[in-house]
Every structure is written in C-alpha cells, then in structure tokens.
C-alpha cells in the first residue's frame, strides 16, 4: 500500500514540493479550500498601499502555498483509499472463496457473517445463517462445550480447538472441527470450520 503522508517527517518536504509546483506552473488548486471573503479584503487591502504591497503578495504566497499542500493531501488520501478498497475487496474475494469455513462471530456467538464453504458445511446458504447464534446449528452436548470455549477466550485464551457434532434437526448429524479464535480487540470471533468424520465427542 502506498505511504501514508505522516504530519511530523514530511511536512518540509509537502511544502517544498508546493512551491515548486507554483514556481514551474504545475499546481491545479482544488475548489475545496478556498479563500474567504474576509481573507480577499485583507488581500486587497494589503495590496492596494504602496507601504504594504510586498506583504500583500506574501501572505497571498504563503496562502496560495498552504492550499497547493492541502491539494496533494487530498490527491495522496484518495490514492490510498482507492488502494486500500481495492486490498479490502481482493481480501473479501478470498474470504468469500476460501476452501475452509470461516465465520465472523460476536462475542456471543452471534454470526455476523460467513463464507460460502461454512453454508456448504451446514447445508445452507449465507443469508439462512447470518445473524443466528452459533450453537443452534450444534447438537445439546456440544452447545455446552461450545459455550466453556467462548467463556475461555474471554477469559484470556486467544484460540481453541474442538470437534463438536451439529443439531441433526438442521443439518444432519456430523462432526465438524472448530477452530476459535479472538480478535486482537476482544470485539470479534473467528471461527475455521472444517469437516470430520464422525467421532465421539472428547
């Protein structure tokens, strides 16, 4: 991704690439920032007196300047949004295509979202499954066990495996390996589903 413009190491650098851009005649000032009338009148002013004319053309400069900066901000922030929505949707491709299950839970266990192989693995589609809580695709016991492994990631694990069987009411009856895991900001819970071959539960 390309660099962010950081405030404190290139600021030097902005400003001197503005006033190049208005010495060689290579800036295109936006209509985003612009000069207020109250701005223009001390302009004017500033210009209009012999003793403050030369003040005049440096504050209009500087301003012409400072709005040349602001203009390659702008240009490099709407660069780095169009990379980083193009970084977002190539990730949301691979999430969507993934050969393994993956679901995106609240902390509860509520899905938030889930890819096309995690439908497949419980005989659905995505939109059937979004917004349910977890367990209700699992059978009894393993709700249970579920629930213990949720309870221990708040409590301060960051990942977990279990083999848990699904509610034979819904899906039929199999088992599925779990893997758990938080997010870095607690606020989130991934889940990589992949299927087994039936097994008593542990």
């Known amino acids: 991704m390309s660099d962010f413009i950081n405030p404190h190491q290139d600021v030097t650098s902005l400003r001197q690439q503005a006033k190049e851009r208005l010495k060689d005649g290579t800036a295109q000032c936006s209509d985003v920032v612009a000069a207020s009338s109250e701005a ?110 949720l309870t221990r990631l708040q409590s301060g694990d960051t990942s977990t495996n279990k083999i848990l069987t699904t509610n034979p009411a819904q899906t039929g009856l199999h088992s599925l390996e779990l893997s758990i895991t938080l997010s870095p900001d607690r606020r989130a819970i991934m889940m990589m589903i992949t299927d087994e071959e039936p097994k008593l539960i542990s």
Not at 64 to 72: C, G, I, P, S, W
Not at 122 to 128: G, N, R
């Open 40 to 149: 223009l009148a001390v302009l004017y002013q500033l210009s209009s007196a012999p003793d403050t004319a030369g003040d005049g053309l440096k504050l209009l400069h500087e301003l012409q300047t400072y709005q040349v900066e602001l203009d390659m901000q702008l240009e490099q922030l709407q660069a780095n949004e169009l990379e980083s929505n193009h970084e977002l949707s190539c990730y949301r491709m691979f999430f969507e295509m993934a050969a393994t299950g993956c679901m995106l839970l609240r902390t509860d266990g509520v899905i938030m979202d889930c890819n096309l192989s995690a439908a497949r693995l419980f005989d659905t589609v995505k939109e059937q499954l979004l917004g349910q809580p977890v367990d209700s695709l699992l059978s009894t016991e393993s709700k249970a066990q579920l629930k213990t492994a």
